[in-house]
């Protein structure tokens, strides 16, 4: 039984990965079209249209995550409100069987599970809490260091948590590359 094709703006090969380039250097990431094809159509989608480039890791929590995507983090003077942005429109949620490990990406979320826009984030070690309550997308294949690096940047107080980057941690990019590129 074949299944009808949906139409998409870019029909996305299956062996792309993201290349999310960032003032501490690269991350590669593998996307598990399986689990989340909406989720990671919708996150190439903001990538090709230069939506993440400036932004920054807004919130890093030691030993938990770090977390970007908001567009409102390209401005320093809204540091109040960041976390707070999106690209205007919430996608429905893909709850899967991934688990969130250590370089797991996933969408970050208000309380509405069907609440994600833009906003994601990367595990810095395993959060099973967190499975089937937000989207994993894919995982860090490679720039495990660069991870850690960024995971480990001091922070300050901020939003009652330890989590506001001392330094801003810019992604410059996010470059969606077939996965042959970047062996």
Known sequence: Q???????????S??????????????????WTDAAPNTIENFKKLARTGFYDGTIFHRI???????????????????????TGGPGYAIDAEFNDH???RGVISMARDPDPN?????FFICL?????????YTTFGKVIKGDDVLGKIGDMPVTF??????????????????????????
């Open 125 to 133: 070690a395993p959060v099973p809490r967190l499975d089937h309550q």
């Open 2 to 12: 074949m299944e009808k094709p949906t139409p998409v703006d870019h029909v996305s």
């Open 158 to 183: 901020s939003h009652g948590e330890m989590s506001k980057p001392v330094k801003r941690v810019t992604i410059q990019k996010v470059e969606i590359v077939p996965s042959e590129s970047v062996k």
């Open 99 to 101: 688990s969130h490990e």
């Open 61 to 83: 929590v030691r030993g938990f995550m770090i977390q970007g995507g908001d567009p409102l983090s390209k401005d320093e003077g809204k540091a109040d409100s960041y976390g």
């Open 14 to 31: 299956p062996n792309e990965v993201a290349v999310i380039k960032t003032s501490e250097g690269d991350m590669v990431v593998q996307f």
């Open 115 to 119: 609440s994600a826009g833009s906003q």
